[in-house]
């Protein structure tokens, strides 16, 4: 099994609403798609979102990656290409990610087991994600946020901004309305130090299950201050790409937990990396993912199942914010619920 060739395309899902956070406002999933064929036939795909605001890649940084490196891997049987593609310095997280998940689905294909079974699971298990509330007006929150609920979603992830005082309004106004939803609380970086222990502060007495990544990446001092203070765990997201950076925020505790993400860290390869590691050491993680397109999201959820053990709470709501549903998906979201469809032949 060796590669023939790499073939990509610029793919775009409409979204039902405008995905609005502290650091970004998308009307549309918009994404590259890879194919990774080889002499035998044998084939698979990968994708990566642009993200240019988390990993510093648009559409054009992914394909000029993937077109630097295609020659390297072209002739390389998917094993040998997924160590070279991680060797490269000059290559971004994200086109890294599509073309490790494409390599890693090969393997899983020269064995002939699903991905999931591939990565060390023992057999499909129901998930459970949360749905994203974007940042917007407190009344406009509330109504998306109670839509959701009536639709048997369960798990909320609000999205708040720098404007502290609208954040707390948001989350005490939802819980009184909302008393049954499990909260996460996600700032996207948007507070300073001062302003998250005010937060914290003034939402004692309400059940919030995390704060995701409240102060700027690079300022652990401050994420330390603010897990030190806080009874609600700290999440870390931006502040953790690599299995270096879960490594460093585990040893000095700046953080309650991790945010893993296949565009952050580079692929299934090296998530699987982090999540041995957080395995080890008794870190609860969650499973995350920017905007993302279908078989992205298929790739996340197989690893979801075989490290159900270790990932504590499920991000990969994309599908559910799509303007239409996707028939490229391996899974079934019935509200919260997550559920693998047995296939004869993976997407993936």
């Known amino acids: 099994m060796k590669i023939k060739s790499i073939e990509t395309e610029v793919k775009s899902i409409p979204l039902k609403t405008p995905f609005v956070t502290a650091l970004r406002r998308v009307e549309a999933v918009e994404f590259v ?15 990566a979102p642009a993200t240019k605001a988390i990993t510093n890649e648009g559409i054009e940084d992914i394909l000029t990656s993937m077109e630097s490196i295609k020659e390297l891997l072209q002739g390389k049987h998917p094993q040998e290409a997924l160590q070279l593609l991680h060797e490269q310095q000059k290559i971004g997280s994200s086109a890294k990610a599509a073309l490790d998940m494409a390599f890693v689905s090969l393997l899983a294909q020269e064995f002939g087991e699903p991905l999931y079974k591939f990565l060390g699971g023992k057999a499909p298990i129901e998930l ?8 917007g007006t407190l009344d406009t929150m509330l109504r998306d946020a109670k839509g959701a609920y009536e639709s048997g979603l369960n798990i909320l992830k ?7 005082k609208h954040a707390i309004a948001v989350i005490l106004e939802l819980a009184f ?15 300073s130090l001062e302003e998250s222990l005010f937060f914290i502060n003034a ?14 990446a690079h300022d652990l001092a401050s994420l330390k201050k603010i897990t030190r203070e806080s009874a609600t765990a700290i999440l870390a997201d931006e502040a953790v790409f690599t299995l ?25 390869s090296k998530a699987v990396e982090i999540l041995e590691y957080a ?16 078989l992205s999201i298929n790739a996340a959820l197989h690893l979801a199942i075989a490290f159900h053990d270790v990932i504590a709470y499920i991000d990969l709501d994309s599908p559910l914010l799509y303007k239409e549903s996707s028939k490229e998906l391996e899974f079934l979201y019935v509200g919260s619920k997550i559920v693998f469809i047995e296939k004869k032949k993976a997407k993936i």
């Not at 309305?177 to 996600?186: A, G, N, R, T």
Request: proline share 3%.
């Open 128 to 135: 459970q994600t949360d749905i994203t509330i974007s940042l």
């Open 158 to 164: 609000i999205k708040v901004g720098s404007d502290i």
């Open 203 to 216: 939402v004692q007495g309400v059940k919030i299950e995390l704060i995701e990544q409240p102060v700027i």
């Open 33 to 47: 798609r890879v194919k990774v064929v080889c002499q035998n036939k044998s084939f698979a795909y990968g994708e």
């Open 279 to 294: 395995r080890a050491h008794g870190i609860r993680c969650m499973l995350g993912s920017m905007l993302e397109g279908p």
């Open 244 to 268: 270096e950076d879960v490594a460093r925020v585990h040893e000095g505790r700046y953080a309650d937990m991790i945010n893993i993400k296949l565009m952050k860290c580079g692929g299934i």
């Open 177 to 191: 309305e909302l008393p049954k939803v499990k909260i996460l609380v996600d700032a996207n970086q948007a507070w």
